[in-house]
């Protein structure tokens, strides 16, 4: 069975749905690659953000539900979803968040990595870690960032945790991680692609509060299965480990398992197939309300209930 090869998407709750589209499409320069709904909630967007295409390991996905109090962070939830950005784009991040009125952290330096920290709209943490290592994502040619500083992929999503052990055996033993390095209280682990989304890093927080779920949490993390035999495969076996693993479920542009590892965690093995251009191509994606066959006859009623949205095709800037 092939080890699982890094991260396939991030999902995480927002509140109010402009807001998030304004600092992740407008701002940090993400595409709106899926505009759908939450197909347990049809009444919330679903949104997915990412590289041009929807390269796995660039997808950041919200569920935005408007007026939802603010989460707390705390363990047994990811805390922080980190990019890749080359070692030249610093300087133009530092200066093009401020500009935004976005307040950005000290920098700091992790594993041997520049990194620096700001806050979306909802307090959820994000990071720019220069990272100079190849990064197969397809840039958003008629996004607001010059190619040269454009985001390149997920670096790595940080969980805190009470006890790392138990999650790192499950990371190592069961999925096929590497673990490759430790500072302090940090963990660091691998998975077995050279590509983007590559890391997972436990913070280990002995004897603190769990966290509460709201505007601002990481509601979940996925991981890459090449297709639908291979991701079968890592439902038996972790089942047969005492994993209490959901059945699958189609979620239109990948098929998903869920189960919750050792510290609370709650973890999804994604397909990569058939990805996102199943029902729009690429120069479209995004641009319209896109739902599953199912909901199709609830289209009226649904385009109803969502609040309406502002979405820029292109902004491209210079330089």
């Not at 869920?258 to 690429?282: M, S």
Request: no cysteine; proline share 6%.
């Amino acid at each position: 069975m092939q080890t699982i090869q890094g991260l396939h998407h991030i999902t995480a709750i927002a509140s109010n749905p402009q807001a998030n589209i304004d600092f992740y499409h407008n701002i940090l320069g993400q595409r709106l690659v899926k505009r759908t709904v939450n197909f347990d909630d049809p009444g919330t967007y679903h949104f997915y953000y990412a590289d041009e295409v929807g390269t796995p390991g660039t997808v950041l996905t919200f569920f935005p539900w408007q007026y939802m109090k603010r989460g707390r962070k705390g363990n047994g939830e990811a805390t922080a979803v980190s990019y890749n950005i080359p070692t030249s784009a610093i300087a133009y991040w530092q200066e093009r968040l401020p500009a935004h009125g976005i307040s950005v952290g000290e920098r700091q330096t992790r594993f041997g990595q520049d990194v620096f920290a700001f806050s979306d709209p909802d307090g959820m943490v994000v990071e720019l870690i220069a990272n100079d290592e190849a990064a197969t994502v397809q840039i958003w040619a008629d996004g607001p960032i010059p190619a040269q500083h454009a985001l390149r992929g997920f670096h790595s999503v940080t969980a805190w945790v009470e006890k790392a052990q138990p999650t790192a055996d499950l990371l190592v033993n069961q999925l096929g991680y590497e673990l490759v390095g430790q500072e302090g209280a940090r963990t660091r682990f691998r998975g077995a692609a050279n590509d983007v989304g590559l890391y997972v890093d436990l913070l280990e927080r002995p004897s603190q509060p769990a966290g509460k779920l709201g505007a601002g949490s990481i509601h979940h993390i996925a991981f890459r299965t090449v297709d639908d035999a291979e991701q079968r495969e890592y439902l038996t076996k972790l089942r047969q480990q005492g994993y209490n693993v959901s059945p699958v479920m189609d979620r239109q542009y990948f098929h998903s398992i869920y189960f919750r590892e050792p510290n609370g965690v709650l973890f999804e093995i994604a397909t990569d197939a058939p990805g996102f251009l199943y029902d729009e191509p690429v120069a479209e994606l995004g641009m319209s309300l896109k739902l599953p066959p199912w909901l199709e006859k609830d289209r009226a009623e649904i385009e109803q209930a969502v609040p309406e949205i502002q979405v820029k095709r292109s902004e491209k800037e210079n330089g």
